[in-house]
């Protein structure tokens, strides 16, 4: 009994611990664009036209920011909490991925950048929070991407696990951070990431029976992120 009593008051300590540097992480995360927004405003009154519309247009984008976050940490603290109940139904690969790039459209755009499905097969899966998990796996393997670059999507199935692999148009990634590469708020490649993307998209695909396996590339070949799930 005085075993399992400190077993439990150890989970327990533990469990604040991770709560407290979840809630630390989060804070420093929304202080910085908090702080650039209020900034800002208070120049806004005597800023000449231009640099106010600059005011403004930057404004935005850092709400935009917050707004993901925010929304990306509340997916994340229900999958946390394991109150997401996932509905497999069948879906094709291609109508993933392309649900998957509707919010991805500007980005790739400004980098010019495409998405090529190599081929097509049919997956069981829960399809909006797999498109949620694609989604920030895509975001990933743009802002991995060269302008100009093509991301190629290929899938197929074994008798233990179906897969779709995502291969971004980059340099591939560096064996060191392989290790830290799904830790929440540790990794960011673009000026509006806040490594959380990754991490979710992983919790995602573990809560439906599979993973995500990351070839890192390299010497001129982009990284590949493979997500299995398992049969």
Known sequence: MINIQKEQKDYAQTERDQLSEYLANISHQLKTPITSMMLMANLLEDAPDAQ??????NIKKELTHMEW????????????????QFKAVEVSVVELVKS??????????????????????????DKRWTVEAFT????????SSKYDGKISVTC????IYSWIAITDAGEGIPRNKLQSLFKRFENSQGESGYGIGLPLALAIVR???GDIEVSPGGQGVGATFTVKFFK
């Open 136 to 143: 920030n796996l895509l975001k990933n393997a743009s802002e």
């Open 52 to 57: 106010r519309e600059e005011f403004i247009f």
């Open 69 to 84: 976050l925010v929304s990306s940490l509340l997916k994340m603290a229900r999958l946390d909490s394991g109150v997401v």
């Open 207 to 209: 809560g439906q029976n």
């Open 156 to 159: 197929g199935e074994n008798p």
């Open 100 to 125: 998957a790039m509707e919010p991805l459209e500007v980005l790739l755009d400004i980098k010019n950048q495409s998405i090529d499905v190599r081929n097509d097969m049919t997956i069981s899966c």
